[in-house]
Nanobody, 132 residues
Framework: QVQLTESGGGSVQAGGSLRLSCAAS????????MGWFRQAPGKEREGVAT???????TYADSVKGRFTISKDNAKNTLYLQMNNLAPEDTAIYYC??????????????????????????WGQGTQVTVSS
């Protein structure tokens, strides 16, 4: 029953910045990974960045060096700082988590952490539009 709500999307010119937020509620103590995904019309959902429980991060090559994923555990909030945005970043951005009610040890490879099929909790999405 994890609920995720994104905010912070909008329109920005190329080279600009946005910061997305994802507020989580429910049994977040059973969340193993969180990630940001994006999907543009006619394209498949793409893993942008992920963060593990202890803070290990992964990034798609296309955003490495420009985007930063972080979280504030006290606030149950996930962030995506996006700098030097480009038109190809235009998409609906989704916050997602891998939630396992049973708890315990769970680990998947870094590549799988950016595979949307691994995730079972999703936010509604927030639109990011980057103009040239």
């Amino acid at each position: 029953q994890v609920q995720l709500t994104e905010s912070g999307g909008g329109s920005v010119q190329a080279g600009g910045s946005l910061r997305l937020s994802c507020a989580a509620s429910g049994p977040t103590y059973s969340t193993y990974y969180m990630g940001w995904f994006r999907q543009a019309p006619g394209k498949e959902r793409e893993g942008v960045a992920t963060i593990a429980g202890l803070g290990r991060t992964t990034y798609a090559d296309s955003v490495k060096g420009r985007f930063t994923i972080s979280k504030d555990n006290a606030k149950n909030t996930l962030y995506l700082q996006m700098n030097n945005l480009a038109p190809e970043d235009t998409a609906i951005y989704y916050c997602a988590s891998i939630y396992r009610a049973g708890g315990g040890y769970f680990s998947i490879s870094e590549n799988r952490r950016r595979d949307h099929r691994e995730y079972n909790s999703w936010g509604q999405g927030t639109q990011v539009t980057v103009s040239s």
